[in-house]
């Protein structure tokens, strides 16, 4: 008798579980099914509309009170399409400032739209056509304030065919990322009139630097020497004064199967700064030095590194201010780091030198 009124129990249980497992499940898919939801009240969404739209507008005429009033207050979020661009609306004023003040920030074109609800919460899918950028995707969650409907956060995103995804990839690979950030960073700092070797006139005609294509093989990971018993020497400038260097190590390394050494130097005046401690010179002729590159050499910025090994990125070279302007005392590079090679990567010479 006991086990059958157990049996009975656990059965009733089971019944009871099974019951309230397909409520559980019937109130999820109703959730589902809410949260999916299109909005279908016309009005509501040509009001949400003609604030997505007015917004967009605003960024092409610059008008960056219009732009930021749309987002519902400072802690609202914007995410770009790279990786570190996830930013509270106080933060994206402060990056997007320099493209407002241009007078024209960016241009989106939406092509098209579809708005969802749930529980008083609205959100966007949205496809735009940008001429800088391509065809581009956009989500947002809108909530509704006393100053009308705003936008509470916003994610901008590339449309990538699947079958041009493979081409895609090596394009986004970390190396060439970082080299690209370090053009952009070089032509910015000739185009700021306080940090720029150029001429006013020079300044103002400048666009950007040329560059060798990227290319990951002179990349390279170098087997490093260290000469810690080197003396000081003197390195010859362009104004005939010397500085005083010290070669740190000798690097080794190969490109296309052949072997190759460079010395690598630190300045000892810099060296006694804090924020140049780690900091290492390396200046450096090839084939291509004064015929397509800088005739005295193009120089790279380097990192002390705890292991017998360097990474030497010579898509990061670059010319010393001598190849822009006159009154400086640039470096001239040592005899000894010619390489008997053609380095076609980084900064190409200036036109004119």
Not at 278 to 298: A, E, M, N, Q, V
Not at 307 to 329: E, K, R, V
Not at 332 to 344: A, G, H, M, V, Y
């Amino acid at each position: 008798m006991k086990k059958l009124i157990l049996l009975a129990f656990v059965v009733a249980h089971g019944l009871h579980a099974k019951a309230q497992s397909n409520e559980d499940y019937d109130n999820d898919f109703q959730l589902v099914v809410l949260k999916e939801s299109i909005l279908n009240n016309v009005e509501q969404k040509n009001a949400l509309n003609s604030v997505i739209d007015s917004w967009h507008k605003a960024a092409a005429q610059a008008d960056s009170t219009a732009y930021f009033d749309a987002f519902a207050s400072d802690e609202s979020v914007f995410e770009g399409t790279d990786g570190g661009e996830y930013w509270t609306v106080s933060a994206f004023k402060k990056w997007a400032a320099p493209y407002f003040k241009r007078g024209n920030a960016w241009t989106f074109l939406p092509v098209e739209r579809r708005w969802y609800n749930h529980s008083g919460v609205l959100w966007f899918s949205e496809r735009l056509d940008s001429e800088h950028m391509g065809r581009c995707r956009g989500t947002g969650v809108v909530i509704k304030t006393l100053q009308g409907y705003k936008i509470d956060h916003y994610s901008l995103s590339f449309e990538v065919p699947n079958e041009i995804v493979q081409e895609l990839v090596p394009l986004a690979a970390d190396g060439r990322i970082e080299v690209l950030k370090f053009r952009d960073e070089l032509n910015r700092q000739y185009r700021d009139s306080t940090d720029s070797p150029l001429s006013d006139k020079d300044r103002k005609a400048f666009i950007h630097h040329d560059f060798y294509p990227y290319h990951e093989k002179y990349c390279v990971e170098a087997r490093l020497v260290l000469t810690p018993d080197a003396a000081p020497f003197d390195m010859s400038t362009s104004s005939g004064k010397s500085k005083k260097y010290r070669t740190y190590g000798i690097a080794h390394f190969t490109i296309d199967e052949v072997e190759y050494q460079l010395e690598v130097y630190e300045s000892l005046r810099l060296k006694v700064l804090p924020e140049y401690a780690d900091h290492l010179f390396l200046p450096f002729k090839d084939l291509t030095t004064g015929i397509s590159t800088y005739g005295t050499g193009r120089f790279m910025d380097l990192v002390k590194s705890n292991s017998d090994t360097l990474i030497i990125d010579f898509n990061q070279c670059y010319n010393p201010y001598c190849a822009y302007s006159d009154g400086y005392s640039c470096p001239i590079t040592p005899s000894q780091n010619f390489i008997n090679t053609k380095i076609e990567a980084g900064i190409l010479g200036p036109l004119k030198h």
